[in-house]
Nanobody, 123 residues
Framework: QVQLVESGGGLVQAGDSLILSCAFS????????MGWFRQAPGKEREFVAT????????YYADPVKGRFTISRDNAKKTVDLQMNSLKAEDTAVYYC????????????????WGQGTQVTVSS
């Protein structure tokens, strides 16, 4: 059984940086595509970033491109999201997710989800 646990959320000011981390428990972490999604109040959950099983291929949503960096450590079974130059519009609950797909930004193709961690950016 796969379990994902996010950590690292909090309250920061606009322009600050924050690192979110997702701990994976279960087998074969290195075989999963890992992604980050977010959901702001009153809005649909949206794709943020994804990284393939080797870590050699990443993809970002346009609003975070150039500011966020996704990375993974297959030995530690973790995936991180480095968030720089945070904006008020980045405020959301951030979710870590795992997919068996090769590369996808579609939330329905991610089978396993964490419980989410709140990120609040004050302007």
């Amino acid at each position: 059984q796969v379990q994902l646990v996010e950590s690292g959320g909090g309250l920061v000011q606009a322009g600050d940086s924050l690192i979110l981390s997702c701990a994976f428990s279960g087998r074969t972490f290195s075989s999963y595509l890992m992604g980050w999604f977010r959901q702001a109040p009153g809005k649909e959950r949206e794709f943020v970033a994804t990284i393939n099983w080797t870590g050699g291929r990443t993809y970002y949503a346009d609003p975070v491109k150039g500011r966020f960096t996704i990375s993974r450590d297959n030995a530690k079974k973790t995936v991180d999201l480095q968030m720089n130059s945070l904006k008020a519009e980045d405020t959301a609950v951030y979710y870590c997710a795992a997919s068996s797909a090769t590369m996808t930004t579609t939330s329905t193709e991610y089978r396993y989800w964490g419980q989410g961690t709140q990120v609040t950016v004050s302007s």
